[in-house]
């Protein structure tokens, strides 16, 4: 089965924010592409994560560092990877 995401992915090990029902958890990006995402969350609970929950998630960890925050939804998730499609 190939892939559904559009456009290239590029492989990334930097540290996110994902924001999802009032609990902010710290990831990795694992890829990205111009319509989502691929995180990895070690050590959090995925129970309360759901197809199509909408987050946002925000692409610096700092919060000195100008950052992005972009309203996603949830497309896929494992037990530490959430796979977010971004929404526009």
């Known amino acids: 089965m190939g892939s559904r995401r559009h456009g290239e992915r590029i492989n990334s090990f930097e540290k996110c924010v994902l924001n999802h029902n009032g609990r902010s958890i710290q990831c990795y990006l694992e ?4 319509s989502g995402v691929l995180v ?3 050590d959090v609970s995925m129970e ?3 197809l199509g929950d909408v987050c946002t998630i925000d692409l610096a960890d700092d919060p000195k560092i100008t950052h992005r925050e972009v309203k996603c939804s949830v497309t896929r ?3 530490t990877q959430i796979g977010l499609q971004f929404t526009y």
Do not use: A, G, K
């Not at 890829?31 to 111009?34: A, E, P």
């Open 48 to 50: 309360n994560i759901r």
């Open 31 to 34: 890829d990205i592409s111009i």
């Open 40 to 42: 990895n969350c070690y």
């Open 77 to 79: 998730f494992t037990t």
